[in-house]
Protein backbone atom coordinates (compact mmCIF):
# COMPACT_ATOMS: atom_id res chain seq x y z
CA UNK A 1 0.00 0.00 0.00
CA UNK A 2 1.36 3.49 -1.14
CA UNK A 3 1.89 6.36 1.26
CA UNK A 4 -0.87 8.17 -0.79
CA UNK A 5 -3.43 5.47 -0.26
CA UNK A 6 -2.23 4.79 3.60
CA UNK A 7 -2.84 8.75 3.89
CA UNK A 8 -5.94 8.60 2.40
CA UNK A 9 -7.36 6.05 4.55
CA UNK A 10 -5.94 7.72 8.17
CA UNK A 11 -7.58 10.83 6.99
CA UNK A 12 -11.24 9.13 6.17
CA UNK A 13 -11.26 7.49 9.41
CA UNK A 14 -10.03 10.86 11.72
CA UNK A 15 -11.39 13.31 9.92
CA UNK A 16 -14.46 13.91 12.11
CA UNK A 17 -12.41 13.94 14.70
CA UNK A 18 -9.77 16.43 14.37
CA UNK A 19 -12.90 18.40 13.20
CA UNK A 20 -14.79 18.02 16.42
CA UNK A 21 -11.63 19.42 18.37
CA UNK A 22 -11.63 22.14 15.97
CA UNK A 23 -14.91 23.36 16.62
CA UNK A 24 -13.87 23.70 19.88
CA UNK A 25 -10.91 25.42 19.61
CA UNK A 26 -11.90 28.00 17.06
CA UNK A 27 -15.85 27.73 17.94
CA UNK A 28 -16.85 28.51 14.43
CA UNK A 29 -17.98 25.15 12.03
CA UNK A 30 -16.31 27.30 8.55
CA UNK A 31 -12.92 27.97 10.40
CA UNK A 32 -12.86 24.33 12.00
CA UNK A 33 -13.40 22.97 8.74
CA UNK A 34 -10.51 24.97 7.08
CA UNK A 35 -8.91 24.55 10.12
CA UNK A 36 -9.29 20.74 9.77
CA UNK A 37 -8.39 21.00 5.66
CA UNK A 38 -5.13 23.04 6.45
CA UNK A 39 -4.04 20.33 8.97
CA UNK A 40 -4.78 17.51 6.53
CA UNK A 41 -2.43 19.24 4.20
CA UNK A 42 0.26 19.89 6.44
CA UNK A 43 0.16 15.84 7.69
CA UNK A 44 -0.10 14.60 4.21
CA UNK A 45 3.18 17.12 3.01
CA UNK A 46 5.20 14.95 6.26
CA UNK A 47 3.45 12.14 6.30
CA UNK A 48 6.07 9.63 6.20
CA UNK A 49 7.85 11.00 9.48
CA UNK A 50 4.23 10.92 10.75
CA UNK A 51 3.84 7.33 10.31
CA UNK A 52 7.12 6.38 11.95
CA UNK A 53 5.36 8.53 14.74
CA UNK A 54 4.53 6.30 18.05
CA UNK A 55 0.73 7.86 17.66
CA UNK A 56 -0.72 8.88 14.57
CA UNK A 57 -3.40 10.49 15.98
CA UNK A 58 -1.40 12.75 18.61
CA UNK A 59 1.06 13.52 15.96
CA UNK A 60 -2.30 14.80 13.90
CA UNK A 61 -3.49 16.45 17.45
CA UNK A 62 0.02 18.30 17.35
CA UNK A 63 -0.36 19.62 14.15
CA UNK A 64 -3.77 20.59 14.43
CA UNK A 65 -3.13 22.44 17.60
CA UNK A 66 -0.47 24.26 16.49
CA UNK A 67 -1.80 25.42 12.99
CA UNK A 68 -4.41 26.80 15.08
CA UNK A 69 -2.28 28.67 16.97
CA UNK A 70 -0.13 29.65 14.51
CA UNK A 71 -3.13 31.23 12.36
CA UNK A 72 -4.15 32.88 15.60
CA UNK A 73 -0.73 34.66 15.88
CA UNK A 74 -1.00 35.27 12.51
CA UNK A 75 -4.48 36.54 11.86
CA UNK A 76 -5.04 35.18 8.99
CA UNK A 77 -8.27 34.02 9.59
CA UNK A 78 -10.42 37.36 11.35
CA UNK A 79 -13.50 37.09 13.21
CA UNK A 80 -16.46 39.07 12.02
CA UNK A 81 -19.16 40.34 13.78
CA UNK A 82 -21.83 39.48 11.37
CA UNK A 83 -20.70 36.02 10.77
CA UNK A 84 -23.14 33.76 12.14
CA UNK A 85 -22.12 31.34 15.02
CA UNK A 86 -23.22 27.52 13.77
CA UNK A 87 -22.62 24.87 16.94
CA UNK A 88 -22.25 20.91 16.17
CA UNK A 89 -24.77 19.25 16.64
CA UNK A 90 -24.53 16.85 19.76
CA UNK A 91 -27.21 15.39 22.24
CA UNK A 92 -27.54 17.26 25.30
CA UNK A 93 -28.75 20.62 26.24
CA UNK A 94 -28.61 23.04 23.64
CA UNK A 95 -28.34 26.35 25.98
CA UNK A 96 -25.74 24.77 28.00
CA UNK A 97 -23.95 23.74 24.41
CA UNK A 98 -24.19 27.69 23.21
CA UNK A 99 -22.78 28.75 26.55
CA UNK A 100 -19.58 26.94 26.95
CA UNK A 101 -18.79 27.92 23.06
CA UNK A 102 -19.14 31.22 23.79
CA UNK A 103 -17.13 31.19 27.24
CA UNK A 104 -14.28 28.91 25.12
CA UNK A 105 -14.59 31.97 22.80
CA UNK A 106 -13.57 34.50 25.37
CA UNK A 107 -10.84 32.48 25.79
CA UNK A 108 -7.05 33.46 24.33
CA UNK A 109 -6.31 31.22 22.39
CA UNK A 110 -3.46 29.21 23.97
CA UNK A 111 -5.55 28.48 27.02
CA UNK A 112 -8.78 27.61 24.99
CA UNK A 113 -6.02 25.22 23.16
CA UNK A 114 -5.18 24.10 26.88
CA UNK A 115 -8.43 23.19 27.81
CA UNK A 116 -9.43 21.34 24.97
CA UNK A 117 -6.30 19.23 24.91
CA UNK A 118 -6.63 18.83 28.75
CA UNK A 119 -10.05 17.90 28.88
CA UNK A 120 -11.81 17.45 25.87
CA UNK A 121 -9.12 15.10 24.38
CA UNK A 122 -8.39 13.51 27.80
CA UNK A 123 -4.85 13.92 27.42
CA UNK A 124 -2.04 14.43 30.43
CA UNK A 125 -0.85 17.44 32.14
CA UNK A 126 3.01 16.23 30.66
CA UNK A 127 1.43 15.90 26.78
CA UNK A 128 -0.32 19.21 26.46
CA UNK A 129 2.95 20.50 28.19
CA UNK A 130 5.09 18.89 25.24
CA UNK A 131 2.76 19.89 22.94
CA UNK A 132 2.38 23.49 23.90
CA UNK A 133 6.18 23.86 24.18
CA UNK A 134 5.51 24.48 27.93
CA UNK A 135 6.21 23.69 31.58
CA UNK A 136 3.99 21.77 33.30
CA UNK A 137 2.94 24.11 35.80
CA UNK A 138 1.99 26.50 33.03
CA UNK A 139 -0.41 23.84 31.81
CA UNK A 140 -2.01 23.22 35.53
CA UNK A 141 -1.74 27.10 36.10
CA UNK A 142 -3.57 27.98 32.78
CA UNK A 143 -5.85 25.34 33.05
CA UNK A 144 -6.94 26.44 36.55
CA UNK A 145 -7.91 29.86 35.55
CA UNK A 146 -9.48 29.04 32.73
CA UNK A 147 -12.07 26.62 34.15
CA UNK A 148 -12.73 29.48 37.10
CA UNK A 149 -13.38 31.91 33.73
CA UNK A 150 -15.83 29.17 32.71
CA UNK A 151 -17.34 28.32 36.06
CA UNK A 152 -18.20 32.27 36.56
CA UNK A 153 -19.25 32.60 32.88
CA UNK A 154 -21.84 29.77 33.31
CA UNK A 155 -22.59 31.36 36.92
CA UNK A 156 -23.81 34.30 35.28
CA UNK A 157 -26.72 32.48 32.91
CA UNK A 158 -27.66 30.62 35.78
CA UNK A 159 -27.24 27.40 34.10
CA UNK A 160 -26.09 26.17 37.55
CA UNK A 161 -28.97 22.99 38.05
CA UNK A 162 -28.77 19.72 39.06
CA UNK A 163 -28.92 18.13 36.02
CA UNK A 164 -25.54 19.78 35.60
CA UNK A 165 -23.91 18.55 38.34
CA UNK A 166 -21.78 15.80 36.54
CA UNK A 167 -20.90 18.30 34.11
CA UNK A 168 -19.75 20.98 36.61
CA UNK A 169 -17.85 17.77 38.80
CA UNK A 170 -15.95 17.23 35.31
CA UNK A 171 -15.18 20.72 35.24
CA UNK A 172 -13.43 20.31 38.58
CA UNK A 173 -11.73 17.50 37.95
CA UNK A 174 -7.74 18.29 38.03
CA UNK A 175 -5.90 15.32 37.80
CA UNK A 176 -2.26 14.41 36.66
CA UNK A 177 -2.65 11.81 34.60
Known amino acids: MGYDQE ?11 LYRTAVLLCGDTHRAQDLVQNTLVRLLRYWPRAMRADN ?15 EQRRGLLSRRAHAVQDNPTAP ?42 CSQSTVRSTC ?27 LGAESDR
Open 56 to 70: IDAYARTVLTRTFLA
Open 7 to 17: FEEYARARQSR
Open 144 to 170: SRSLALLRTRLDDVELRAEPYADFYAS
Open 92 to 133: GDPALRVTLLAALGELPPRARAMLILRYWEDLSVATVAGLMR
